[in-house]
Nanobody
Framework: QVQLAESGGGLVQAGGSLKLSCVAA????????MAWFRQAPGKEREFVAA????????NYADSVQGRFTITRDDIKNTVYLEMNVLNPEDTAVYYC???????????????????WGQGTQVTVSS
């Protein structure tokens, strides 16, 4: 079992930056593919970014490519999402997710992730 807790959300002006953190409780973090998803009001949850386990391979949604960076610290059991040049379309609840340990493929589908955090609100004002 993996428990995830996000933090770092808040209100920021367009063009600004935020860095989200997600701390995982459990012994399998280093072997788990980690990802960030987001869900805006009235919209479906969408993939933002993912990072592999041992390889550190990353994948991004087209809408955030070049602006967002996902990283991980396996010593701290933490995955980060650094968000730059934010715009109002980035406003959403951001969720951290983990694949079951041993599944090494990065997935952009929410169904590929077994564990989810409670989410942290990011609001970008124009």
């Amino acid at each position: 079992q993996v428990q995830l807790a996000e933090s770092g959300g808040g209100l920021v002006q367009a063009g600004g930056s935020l860095k989200l953190s997600c701390v995982a409780a459990g012994r399998t973090f280093s072997r788990s593919v980690m990802a960030w998803f987001r869900q805006a009001p009235g919209k479906e949850r969408e993939f933002v970014a993912a990072i592999g386990s041992s390889s550190g391979t990353t994948n991004y949604a087209d809408s955030v490519q070049g602006r967002f960076t996902i990283t991980r610290d396996d010593i701290k059991n933490t995955v980060y999402l650094e968000m730059n040049v934010l715009n109002p379309e980035d406003t959403a609840v951001y969720y951290c997710a983990a694949r079951t340990a041993g599944f090494v493929a990065i997935s952009s589908r929410s169904s590929g992730y077994a564990y989810w955090g409670q989410g942290t609100q990011v609001t970008v004002s124009s």
